[in-house]
């Protein structure tokens, strides 16, 4: 069966299963969406890449991402192997980056649930994967902080206020205005 049937065979299987309508079989998220927080805007495939080989992601890894939107960076990190966790706010989001892990075979590695970026529990991760603002970045940093020493984050575009980062990369191929990425370390505590 062809890829983009099997998809839509699939997104309808799963919307009869859990009752979601026919116009939420087509739904479609678009650069410059409100959020609660912030607008969704795609990371470019290229910098996702980039992210998680500057986070040196691997099997043994936990990979958060908050304000997943299409669930992008998780499905990437379990192709690689690793866990994830997505947690987006918009359940329309949610319920998309669920599809595309169901078609992709990864629901054993990614996850994806809806919940606030600021209420959730990062302790677990070994690796953070973000595309924030500053001010969201600013307000989560105390959570960074917490987070065991040797954790990674890695931010799209945006600095976090106050850290310096160990690296700052560009994505080498068409990314438009979202082409550099930092990569931070968390610090052990004094």
């Known amino acids: 069966m062809c890829r983009p049937c099997l998809l839509l065979l699939l997104a309808f299987l799963a919307a009869a299963a859990t009752g979601q309508s026919d116009s939420d079989l087509r739904y479609q998220p678009y650069a410059g969406q409100p959020g609660k927080d912030v ?7 290229a910098l996702v890449e980039k992210m998680l080989d500057m986070a040196k ?3 043994q890894d936990f990979v958060i991402d908050l304000g997943s939107g ?3 960076n998780i499905i990437a990190a379990a192709r690689r192997g690793a866990r994830g966790l997505g947690v987006e706010y918009d359940s329309d989001l ?12 990864l629901g054993h590695l990614a996850r994806f ?8 529990d990062i302790s677990q991760a070994t690796v953070l994967v973000l595309f924030l ?15 065991r020493p040797g954790s990674r984050i890695v931010t799209n575009g945006y600095a976090i206020p106050g850290w ?3 690296e700052v990369r560009s ?13 931070y370390m968390v610090p052990a505590p004094d």
């Open 70 to 72: 299409d669930g992008r």
């Open 113 to 120: 649930v809806r919940g606030d970026m600021y209420e959730t």
């Open 57 to 59: 992601v691997t099997p």
């Open 164 to 166: 310096t980062a160990k």
């Open 133 to 147: 603002l500053p001010e969201n970045l600013e307000r989560l940093r105390p959570k960074f902080e917490k987070l």
């Open 39 to 45: 607008i969704w805007v795609p990371t470019p495939p």
């Open 94 to 105: 949610v319920w998309l980056s669920q599809q595309k892990t169901t078609v992709e075979g």
């Open 171 to 183: 994505a080498e191929a068409d990314c438009g205005s979202w082409c550099e990425a930092y990569l």
